[in-house]
């Protein structure tokens, strides 16, 4: 950052790319890209918008990198970038290299819009859990960048050191974490023209993680599965009863017995304690069978899911459903070791026909009943060469377990986990939209 900002460290080799932009700044920008179609376009869209502006300041123009670009490995998405920023942040290049005029270039920086938790969260594994809003961690929204000292620094350690976990779970925070170095690297620093709305000193600003892509899917395209058991039918299958259920226009409970007053169907698969991988098969073998209507997208959600499906609808019309899509939060496992990503079960999984029929058609399948099925399918599909659509809008734990000024802006699509709270009253606060527009 500062004077000079340079690119990344991939997963698979660790390269230094840079560009004399003007003669103090050596700029390149990551846009993080996915390589589903429609984020590609997006991303593409992005790119354009900042050349036209180096073309009319005229200083040169600067290296922009797509993400799903960089390489063929479905990890990409984890690598560590130097100014990186959201397919939907607008960024005014002017401002930025304003911005990161102020920094010294023989300095490690890392900048950015700061985050901390309220709490301490399972998703960041209860870390600073005597006070969690002492670490600060980037909002990617707004963007964030490393100066070219700190950036070389962490390409050499990556080369000679081995990360701490198999799993990826909250990229940003554990991007800090590994820069903070316990104490031995650099902090966030805050940046204020970093922003998430739009102010005039805004070097980014950002649109949403909701566009606006036409009239909803209608409620017949949309198959939604339900995974509940004995035990939680009279605990859980309520809330989704009182919350949610009345939004969808197709939708089973699949449980290990038949109960008439749900209605749940047994699919001959018994319970297991934890994985499900199993019933989750049957589940897309019925999906595809003349048995239930044909539908264009399967959802997969547990019976302590809370989620908006008219928000869903939406999103999902900026998506072709001819095309092989699974959308979610995603996770990864194991990436240094090219590994794969997976859409977690808790938040919703979201599956195209078509993406069904190529995981089935392929005979990949569980290694046991109770394997985890999110990560099992993360595995089939990378095999596939499908890759696995992140949305930020999907949550796989509840929202006090993420920064309230983060998920304030977003119009969540879902949370997951009904411990220690009112899983009504969240529905209602987060999910629920104040006025409803009936659909087909």
């Not at 739009?198 to 606006?212: E, G, K, M």
């Amino acid at each position: 950052c500062g004077n000079r900002t340079t690119v990344t460290r991939s997963i698979e080799n660790s390269k230094i790319a840079s560009v004399q932009y003007n003669k103090d700044i050596l700029l390149v920008i990551v846009i993080q890209s996915q390589r589903n179609s429609y984020h590609a376009r997006r991303g593409g869209q992005r790119k354009v918008e900042i050349l036209q502006q180096a073309a009319t300041l005229g200083q040169g123009v600067p290296v922009i990198i797509l993400l799903h670009e960089l390489s063929e490995y479905e990890g990409v998405w984890s690598i560590l970038p130097m100014i990186n920023k959201s397919e939907e942040t607008t960024v005014t290049l002017a401002a930025v290299l304003q911005v990161l005029s102020r920094y010294q270039v023989q300095e490690e920086w890392f900048l950015g819009r700061r985050l901390h938790d309220n709490e301490a969260s399972i998703i960041h594994h209860y870390a600073f859990s005597e006070d969690p809003i002492s670490f600060g961690y980037p909002d990617p929204a707004a963007g964030w960048a490393l100066s070219a000292p700190l950036l070389q620094r962490l390409a050499e350690r990556l080369q000679h050191e081995n990360l701490k976990s198999d799993f990826t779970i909250d990229l940003k925070h554990e991007i800090a974490l590994y820069i903070w170095e316990e104490g031995n690297g650099p902090k966030l620093t805050a940046v204020p023209e970093f922003c998430t709305e739009q102010r005039d000193d805004c070097a980014t600003t950002f649109t949403t993680y909701l566009p606006n892509c036409g009239d909803p899917v209608l409620k017949k395209d949309v198959f939604v599965a339900v995974k509940t058991c004995r035990k939680f039918h009279s605990e859980r299958v309520p809330v989704v009863k009182a919350t949610w259920e009345k939004d969808a226009g197709l939708l089973e409970y699949y449980s290990d017995v038949p109960d008439a007053s749900i209605p749940t169907i047994s699919l001959g698969v018994p319970n297991t304690e934890r994985g499900h991988c199993g019933k989750t098969f049957a589940i897309l073998r019925r999906f595809l069978s003349q048995t239930l209507p044909k539908a264009d997208w399967l959802l997969i959600v547990d019976d302590d899911t809370l989620i908006s499906l008219p928000r869903l609808r939406r999103l999902l019309r900026c998506y072709d459903p001819t095309e092989a899509v699974i959308l979610g939060e995603r996770y990864g496992y194991g990436l240094v070791q090219k590994g794969y990503s997976y859409s977690t079960g808790g938040a919703g999984m979201v599956l195209s026909r078509t993406a069904v029929s190529r995981l089935l058609s392929s005979g990949c399948s569980c290694y046991s009943d109770d394997a985890p099925d999110d990560m099992v399918l993360g595995r089939c599909f990378t095999a596939l060469r499908v890759p696995i659509t992140h949305s930020p809008l999907f949550h796989q734990a509840r929202p006090n377990d993420y920064p309230e000024t983060l998920i304030s802006m977003h119009q969540a699509i879902s949370f997951h986990k009904h411990w220690n709270i009112n899983p009504v009253a969240v529905y209602r606060d987060w999910l629920q939209d104040a006025q409803p527009r009936d659909e087909l």
